[in-house]
């Protein structure tokens, strides 16, 4: 298998998670606080600034590395995962 496949197949599961995620976000059985911390790292990622200034040395530039999928994370264990799977048996 070469990269360009391998890069390809990477590419199609990302899509299909984001997918699931964005119709997870939609469902009522989600709970408002996950629901709120996938939001802040949206926001997080579009601001137009950034909360540690990216002229710190390492610190400045790994801080969207480290919390935009910290708040991901902690929103994707709040999810029960009957709902995740549901959409998951149903998008595949």
């Given at each position: ?21 964005k ?46 999928p910290?708040?991901?994370y ?19």
């Amino acid at each position: 298998m070469d990269i360009f496949s391998k890069l390809k197949s990477l590419g199609n599961s990302i899509k299909k998670e984001l997918i699931i995620y964005k119709l997870v976000l939609k469902d009522k059985r989600t709970p408002l606080l996950a629901k709120l911390l996938i939001w802040l790292a949206v926001g997080y990622l579009l601001m137009p600034f950034d909360l540690i200034p990216d002229f710190i040395p390492l610190i400045g530039q790994i801080d969207d590395i480290i919390i935009v999928p910290a708040l991901i994370y902690f929103s994707l264990k709040l999810i029960p995962e009957g709902v995740i799977e549901e959409y998951r048996v149903l998008i595949r």
